[in-house]
T-cell receptor
């Protein structure tokens, strides 16, 4: 159980393109989803937290107009990198947490999306 | 702010030996501590977690210990195997059920 599906797994596109990444919880309802960015050989850097039906909460230094997050349902959240540039190239990973279990609810990760901007 | 420190950053052991990774956290309100294993280019995978009301938890070759007073928690892997080679991340979450704060990661290499 607790499967999180993320698509696409790999994106290569030209500078100035907007890219949408989808994150789905397949067998549970994810009241909260998280979006992370990970550089090679580094830890996971939280970009934003989204709760179903409300606006995302962005971490300090993350541009909300650059990284648009939508959490329209209990099983789907999307991250759109708008007008992507080479410096946005990275590994983006989503994570989801269900509503049962309260503060001890485990958090499960998607497979990640490797974004390369030329 | 909240912080999680993880050591060592790299760890190399011989197959069959034990490996220990240590983390400290700063937020005394932290009450949930998961450990993730991430293989190259793959998702972080939850391998074990512990709650603040428990001092130790074991699952086959993996165990985690928690010292709330010292704000330390550790991952212990016994009888290591080459397939244990990966990057391991510790994390902490506070009692408000908020975001996970991750450690810097430990690259474990198990040599056959």
């Amino acid at each position: 159980g607790a499967v999180v599906s993320q698509h696409p797994s790999w994106v290569i596109c030209k500078s100035g393109t907007s890219v949408k990444i989808e994150c789905r919880s397949l067998d549970f309802q994810a009241t909260t989803m998280f979006w992370y960015r990970q550089f090679p050989k580094q830890s996971l850097m939280l970009m934003a937290t989204s709760n179903e039906g409300s606006k995302a909460t962005y971490e300090q230094g993350v541009e909300k107009d650059k990284f648009l997050i939508n959490h329209a349902s209990l099983t789907l959240s999307t991250l759109t990198v708008t007008s992507a540039h080479p410096e946005d190239s990275s590994f983006y990973i989503c994570s989801a947490r269900g509503s049962t279990g309260g503060a001890y609810q485990p958090q499960h990760f998607g497979d990640g999306t490797r974004l390369s901007i030329l | 702010g909240e912080n999680v420190e993880q050591h060592p950053s790299t760890l190399s052991v011989q197959e069959g030996d034990s490996a220990v990774i240590k983390c400290t956290y700063s937020d005394s309100a932290s009450n949930y501590f998961p450990w993730y294993k991430q293989e190259l280019g793959k998702r972080p995978q939850l391998i074990i977690d512990i709650r603040s009301n428990v001092g130790e938890k074991k699952d086959q070759r993996i165990a985690v210990t928690l010292n709330k007073t010292a704000k330390h928690f550790s991952l212990h892997i016994t009888e290591t195997q080459p397939e244990d080679s990966a990057v391991y991340f510790c994390a902490a979450r506070n009692n408000q059920g908020g975001k996970l704060i991750f450690g810097q990661g430990t690259e474990l290499s198990v040599k056959p």
